[in-house]
């Protein structure tokens, strides 16, 4: 008996026209590859919602694995908004953690002391 035929641990995979496992032997995918089809062709039988999540996980893994981010120069940035660092630093000046503007002469705490002044007589 082939192992593809017998299933152990629930029978999840029995009534599929092709088991996920010989799909991902037969095209030699990669571990990452072959639980993402996994997850995705099992979840309406186990797992539900979790199992496309998992599923998710594997190609968020593969996403990095294969097609790393390289993150932009500061130049890039500016260039990809159609400005120059100059005309950034003047149309948004610095603002503080709650995304605020904050006068550049004015000191974090002197700052932080006239928000919470300003938020107590609201």
Do not use: V
Request: with cysteine.
């Amino acid at each position: 008996m082939s192992a593809y035929k017998k299933q152990i641990g629930g029978s999840h995979y029995k009534n599929m026209k092709i088991q996920p496992s010989k799909f991902i032997n037969d095209n030699k995918l990669l571990f990452a590859e072959g639980n993402a089809i996994k997850y995705i062709c099992r979840h309406k039988q186990k797992g539900e919602r979790q199992d496309l999540e998992k599923a998710k996980h594997y190609i968020d893994m593969i996403l990095e694995r294969d097609y790393p981010l390289i993150p932009m120069t500061e130049e890039e940035e500016y260039r990809n908004a159609g400005i120059t660092k100059e005309e950034a630093e003047r149309t948004y000046p610095p603002q503080n953690s709650w995304g605020m503007i904050k006068p550049s002469e004015t000191s974090n705490k002197d700052w932080i002391k006239g928000y919470k002044e300003w938020k107590n007589k609201s």
